[in-house]
Each structure stands twice: as C-alpha cells, then as structure tokens.
C-alpha cells in the first residue's frame, strides 16, 4: 500500500471548470509537496506546505495537519494546466515519498 | 539564474553494461537528491548528497551508486544495467539539505536498456 494515496487517478474537465485533486498520508509529515509534470517528462514544483493555505495564480493548496490530508485546486481550468499532478510528502526520514499521480485533460 | 542541467538528455545501453549520469544543480544549491521514475513504480527516491556526503538512501540495489563533487554537480552511476533500470532519472537541487527545502528539478535523462 502506497503511504500516500491521491485521488481522482484520473479526471477530465472542461474550460473554466473548478478542479480539485485530493492527498491522503499515513503518519505526520515535516512538508508536503505538489508537482506538475508535463508529457516531456519535467517536473515543476508547485507548492510546498506544512500548514494551512498557499495561492499562486490559478492555483491554491491546501493542508490539514489533522485529518492528513492536501487539496490541491485549479480555478479557472485551461488546456495548458493539462499535466499529471503529484502529491509528494517528507517523513521524519526526509525522503521524498510520492503519490502515484493525477492526470487531468482540459479540453476547450 | 540557469536551472539544473542534466546530461545526456537520452541514453540507449544493453543490459550488462554500466551507464553514468550527470547533474549540475542550480548555482549556490548545496543539495542534490536523484529520482527514477517508471511507468510501473512511479517516482521513486534513490538518493540524496549534501556537501559531497550522501545524506539519504532510497530502497535500491547496491548496482545505483553516486557522488557529489566541490562544485556541487553530481553524478549517479548504474552498473550491470537490467531491463527494468529503463527509466527516466531525474535530479534535484534545493539550497540547502532537510526537509523545508524546495527543490528543482531538473529535465530528466530518459535511459533505454535493451
């Protein structure tokens, strides 16, 4: 069983529609990472979070320390935010453990 | 500023042989940590090299080795290369070592085993 699990696997929507990919985690974590990959394999890192909330543009991230658990959501949805997003969480060892992903396709 | 380089950016090898992969972190990051990705596995932690020491070790054969260098840049050695090593291998660089550093990540260098 993967130590963090992330959900939808995978999700369509169209322009402008609200996105939001939801992170579950076992145990306390030190940080939470989100990450965007796009089709030529690059990863950008989105957000790193230990508490409470972050915006940047279009996109806002979420933590619950208590319930373990990250929202990331996308307003707005366009085309280009079509990428495989994932959540990626650092135990007290400080290694990266990663979510198997979400891919999203936006259409027009 | 540059943002991390990897090299090459594809590799083809047959299995057996040895293959090495390079690294240049962003200018001033101190930390390096390396990545294999594959369809199956996902993203997976091989290893992390702060100030030329390995820091961290991810769940990986003996066969995955590497190194950081004065400079910073860093390299990451497969020996007896196995089919399932087809991966692409990225790299990261962040400041500083520990777990409240963001990191960066390089384009990957995707290696074919045949």
């Known amino acids: 069983k993967n130590e963090v699990e992330q959900s939808p696997q995978n999700l369509t929507a169209q322009e402008g529609e609200f996105i939001t990919i939801n992170c579950s985690y076992s145990v306390g974590i030190s940080a939470l990472h989100w990450l965007q990959q796009h089709p030529g394999g690059g990863i950008v890192s989105l957000f790193m979070l230990s508490s409470g909330k972050k915006k940047h543009g279009r996109l806002i991230a979420t933590i619950n320390i208590q319930e373990k658990h990250s929202s990331l959501h996308i307003t707005a949805s366009h085309p280009r935010d079509s990428a495989v997003y994932i959540c990626?969480?650092?135990?007290?060892?400080?290694?990266?453990?990663f979510g198997t992903g979400t891919r999203l396709q936006v259409f027009p | 500023k540059a943002g991390v380089t990897q090299t090459p950016r594809y590799l083809i090898k047959t299995r057996g042989q040895q293959v090495t992969l390079s690294c240049s972190p962003i200018s001033g990051h101190r930390s390096v940590s390396w990545y294999q990705q594959t369809p199956g596995q996902g993203l997976q932690f091989l290893f992390e090299y702060f100030s030329e020491t390995q820091r961290n070790k991810g769940n990986f054969p003996g066969r995955f080795s590497g190194r950081q260098f004065s400079n910073s840049r860093s390299e990451m050695n497969v020996s007896t290369l196995e089919l399932g090593d087809s991966a692409l291998y990225l790299c990261?660089?962040?400041?500083?070592?520990?777990?409240?550093?963001?990191?960066?990540f390089g384009p990957g260098t995707r290696l074919t085993v045949l």
């Open positions: 990626a969480v650092r135990y007290n060892t400080d290694k990266l453990i």
């Open positions: 990261a660089s962040s400041l500083d070592a520990g777990r409240y550093n963001e990191q960066f």
